[in-house]
């Protein structure tokens, strides 16, 4: 994959704005999400966060199985507010 | 690791981190800050972003208004590499009764005293504000257009790197889980990583601040509780200031990507470190801010979580050095607004450890709880 290959779609982040980011010393998960927003998107993470895992175990010394994966929060796929506030005429 | 420093800093939140670089900035060397997670990964992290001036107490007031002035020049000041995403759309305080005006009125007048450019508004003139708003109820508000936004990560690892630069050692993943004091003098702090020698600490430790201060044989009035939040899909810019109300108890900003960051305070909420998300946060949440803002029933949640609130029986921190052990620093229980006050408090705090005079004369001691001289911040949700 070349440096312009797009990781995170929701965001827009390129692979080389997440190379960069490891060699700053970004070598989990957690602060890569926080530092470039990556995974937090409307796809919560489900294309990029595997991405980044496999790109940190190759730049660095880590094993895929020594990556935490952020914490998984609700809700898994975007809710329109109205339907959750119970509105009958946004189903 | 160091086996000895000048001092430790329990907590790399905002808090911790700002201590730490305006310590290092006035030449202290050999400064240490533990986080046992990652840097911002508790409160600070999960905070609502937003920066508010508009308070009901003298002391939240001014640190919030020279707060302010130090995000307004962050990027410069800390030479950051990331943006800070500072947006200042204002804040639209909302009152929902006579009494509740009344007390904006009286607040105005407070903010007006410490230079915050707040002004009291009509119905009509909180709908120019906010086309959008449903006014149903609603008696009047507040506004001040220099409140706003800024990022909770960036300003925290901006404070970070500025502080590397001048020496000041992070570790993380690195808890601290003992204080060892001796005839009412600090000694040593105890990781799971090893120990380091010190005689000054710093309890900056967030929602942990009860536990880090029992490490050292020191009570404190602070507890903590979940508060939630949600976040949606990004949407082109269509509101610009937070909309916030106490008593209809709601916050809710779009933030500089375009998302809509909201939450409010469970009155039931029990003493806890539980940052679990609950599904009637979410539903409550919906109704609550669908009834006030009716666009919002087109755009979907992406997201919710929570953090911990560190709670004081007044609402405003305890910025204090214990009478019964020298050399312990507390930095806590800000109740909700660490974040916005954090620049503010770094400065205080540095003064405060190395014995300097205080820019800004603060009432905020621990003994305040004991005496009774509480002046309650009345603006919280």
């Not at chain 2, 800390?78 to 009286?106: C, M, N, P, V, W």
Request: hydrophobic share 35%.
């Amino acid at each position: 994959m070349d440096d312009n290959t797009i990781v995170c779609r929701c965001e827009d982040i390129t692979l080389k704005e997440l190379r960069d980011l490891i060699k700053e010393g970004y070598t989990t998960l957690d602060e890569i999400k926080r530092a470039l927003r990556l995974g937090m998107g409307p796809c919560q993470g489900n294309i990029c966060l595997d991405i980044a895992a496999r790109e940190i175990c190759k730049m660095t010394d880590k094993t895929m199985e020594e990556i935490k994966m952020p914490r998984k929060r609700p809700p898994v796929l975007g809710i329109k507010m109205g339907e959750l506030a119970g509105d009958q005429d946004e189903k | 690791m160091k086996s000895k420093a000048e001092i430790v800093i329990i907590g790399g939140g905002v808090i911790g981190a700002s201590i730490a670089y305006n310590l290092a900035d006035k030449g202290m060397k050999d400064i240490v800050v533990l986080e046992q997670n990652y840097i911002a990964s508790g409160s600070t992290g999960s905070c609502g972003a937003g920066i508010r001036q508009q308070w009901g107490t003298k002391m939240n007031c001014l640190l919030s208004r020279k707060s302010m002035e130090i995000f307004e020049n962050m990027n410069e000041i800390l030479d950051t590499k990331r943006d800070i995403e500072l947006k200042q759309g204002g804040y639209l305080l909302l009152a929902f009764s006579k009494k509740e005006l009344d007390q904006f009125k009286e607040n105005v007048k407070l903010q007006h005293r410490y230079g915050i450019p707040s002004e009291l508004l009509t119905v009509k003139e909180a709908k120019e504000i906010v086309p959008q708003l449903n006014t149903e109820g609603i008696t009047g508000a507040t506004y001040c257009p220099t409140d706003g936004h800024a990022n909770p990560f960036r300003v925290t690892q901006a404070y970070v790197e500025a502080a590397q630069r001048k020496g000041v050692e992070f570790y993380t993943y690195t808890k601290a889980e003992d204080i060892i004091t001796e005839k009412g003098k600090i000694k040593k702090v105890i990781t799971d990583q090893g120990e380091i020698q010190t005689n000054k600490v710093v309890n900056a430790a967030g929602g942990f601040s009860k536990e880090v201060s029992q490490m050292a044989g020191i009570e404190i009035p602070t507890k903590s509780e979940r508060h939630e939040i949600l976040v949606t899909e990004q949407v082109n810019p269509i509101l610009k200031p937070m909309v916030m109300s106490f008593s209809y108890n709601i916050y809710c900003q779009q933030t500089p990507d375009g998302s809509f960051v909201m939450g409010y305070g469970d009155p039931d909420e029990p003493e806890s470190h539980n940052i679990k998300s609950s599904w009637q946060f979410l539903e409550e949440m919906s109704k609550k801010a669908t009834h006030l803002l009716p666009f919002l029933k087109k755009i979907r949640v992406i997201r919710q979580w929570a953090g911990l609130y560190n709670i004081t029986p007044d609402a405003q921190p305890i910025l204090d050095e214990a009478t019964d052990l020298e050399g312990f620093f507390m930095a806590v229980g800000f109740s909700g607004h660490g974040f916005m006050i954090a620049p503010m408090t770094g400065i205080l705090m540095s003064e405060m450890i190395l014995g300097e005079e205080l820019s800004i004369d603060i009432e905020l001691d621990l003994e305040r709880f004991e005496n009774d001289r509480l002046i309650l911040e009345p603006s919280v949700v």
